[in-house]
């Protein structure tokens, strides 16, 4: 499956094992670490960029997760930094109001490591893959429907569009019907049950990926609302930024990038009056991007950990301009919104 967030594992004394996330050298270097800083690192995960960014300057972290488990097991670190660090679990879009409620007007570096974490993936009673049998949830923060939930409500045409948007995958009408007569038959609780339902409409190529991936990304996606949280991030992150911050970015699927990509080149350039409305007025650029391109792994880096293999790294400084007011809405896909595929109004 397409992830993010480095290879670490829960040490076996029920802390975090230290390990080096994706693009983790590259990353540091974009934030510009400096003593005195305040951090935020808005995918804590198994701890790797935060500990990073503790370990280049004496500065401080505000490390935000909805995953309980990643803050619970993340207390050594805690413990560790000896007050540098605090951590608090949310989602990452609530980042201004967090660095607010702890005292902080504005920061000084933003990171944001998309996607699943390996210890999520790993732990099969969390439903994110097939490669071990486990209840089909996928929830990150444990609240809100499951994907067993969508599995089981959603209309034949909605889980189509789902799983073609979020998933790219070309045969989503096919493996929409077949979930629907699976369904018709007996409850799809399990990730094999619905990996085997995938697989007989889906035929992969000897090499390829497995044929559930793209639907069980999508379902991911779809359940933790990812694309809407990404795009609400970034505009935090804009607010929360003091003049000279920076924010880093590693994604791991096309459509993240699309957003994160198309956020920076929209709040990077000026923009306002034309020669047909040239009363209006012009708006700064918010943030100069710093990557022209993004940054990807090295062939060592994904020798190491192949999961690395589609990560791209984004980075971008905040200027001294207002907050651009542009909504973020516009950057996401067109897609049926999870309360109405479940039936909520």
Known sequence: MMTGRGAGQPAAAGGLAHHIPVLSREAIGFLNVHAGGIYIDGTFGAGGYSRTILDSADCRVIGIDRDQRAIALGADLVEAAKGRLTLTEDRFSALENIASMLGYARVDGVVLDLGVSSMQLDAAERGFSFRNDGPLDMRMGGEGPSAADVIAYAPERDLATIIAVLGEERHARAVARAIVKARGEAPIRTTIALADIVGKVVHARSGQIHPATRTFQALRIFVNEELAELAEGLAAAERALKPGGRLVIVAFHSLEDRIVKTFLAERSRSSGGSRHRPEIAWAPAAFN????????????????????????????????????????IDLLPRLPSLASVMGRS
């Open 289 to 328: 991007v710093l990557t022209k391109r993004p940054v990807t792994p090295g062939e060592a880096e994904i020798a190491q950990n192949p999961r690395a293999r589609s990560a791209k790294l984004r980075a971008a400084e905040r200027t001294s301009a207002p907050v651009a007011d542009r909504a973020v």
